[in-house]
Nanobody
Framework: VQLVESGGGLVQAGGSLKLSCVAS????????MAWYRKAPGQERELVAA???????DYADSVKGRFTISFDSRKDTTSLQMNSLKPEDTGVYYC?????????WGRGTQVTVSS
């Protein structure tokens, strides 16, 4: 199983980006999908997660600005990021947890300039 993220880049503060994560297999329909980020010098942290029943969870720092979603037809999970702040800068990783096994993407860089 491989996860491939895309959509990262450089954006000014207040701007938007949409990250996408495509799975090589039809795994998102059977597991929990999540987005994490790792800022320079910091631990990797959970940004958003969505369970198979559609329930979502967000880090307090992104509530109201980020939205996680899932397209079952494309087996793709996305993270819409609005009102970006410089502190949102980091490498964003997609993770799928299926039957207790974690699968990670390689990450995509997001840089927010002030």
């Amino acid at each position: 199983v491989q996860l491939v993220e895309s959509g990262g880049g450089l954006v000014q503060a207040g701007g938007s980006l949409k990250l996408s994560c495509v799975a090589s297999g039809n795994i998102f329909s059977f597991g929990v999908m999540a987005w994490y980020r790792k800022a320079p010098g910091q631990e990797r942290e959970l940004v958003a997660a969505q369970s198979t029943d559609g329930g979502t969870d967000y880090a307090d720092s992104v509530k109201g600005r980020f939205t996680i979603s899932f397209d079952s037809r494309k087996d793709t999970t996305s993270l819409q990021m609005n009102s970006l702040k410089p502190e949102d800068t980091g490498v964003y990783y997609c993770k799928a947890t299926v039957f207790g096994v974690d699968y990670w993407g390689r990450g995509t860089q997001v840089t927010v300039s002030s």
